[in-house]
């Protein structure tokens, strides 16, 4: 039996499958939704939804008047954290973006301990490892 696959889903697949390959490498362009069109031979409303998907992921950012660009990978810092700490994830704040110099599409790491915020983190350069 043949598992129907959206075709959006197939072109996320695919695209990341280029990416992991080498094709298209950190800080590299993607092809123009018209090429992508061409490429795949699939419709505007599917590009735009996987490349949307792309974005929401933080495996792209799309620069307005350029194109979409596969994100650059960061080598996450170890963030010890005590045990019995509260993690919360959230997207950050337009500020916290700017402040922490973050790419659009990457959550926040919030780390609390007793009912107050004691660290603010980006979630794609950091790994908390519990103490």
């Given at each position: ?9 197939r ?13 298209y490498p950190?800080?590299s362009?993607?092809?123009?939704e018209?090429?992508l069109?061409?490429?795949h031979?699939?419709g ?38 005590t ?5 919360i ?43």
């Amino acid at each position: 039996m043949t598992v129907y696959e959206p075709a959006y889903r197939r072109l996320i697949r695919l695209i990341r499958q280029d990416i992991k390959a080498g094709e298209y490498p950190p800080g590299s362009l993607l092809p123009s939704e018209n090429r992508l069109i061409q490429i795949h031979g699939v419709g505007r409303e599917t590009v735009r939804s996987a490349l949307a998907v792309l974005r929401s992921t933080g495996e792209v950012v799309t620069i307005r008047g350029v194109g979409s660009q596969v994100r650059e990978t960061f080598d996450r810092d170890d963030e010890p954290v005590t045990k019995g700490a509260r993690i919360i994830a959230r997207m950050p704040t337009d500020e916290e973006m700017r402040q922490l110099d973050m790419t659009p599409g990457v959550p926040l790491l919030v780390v609390e301990r007793d009912g107050r915020e004691v660290a603010v983190l980006p979630a794609d350069r950091k790994a908390l490892i519990v103490k």
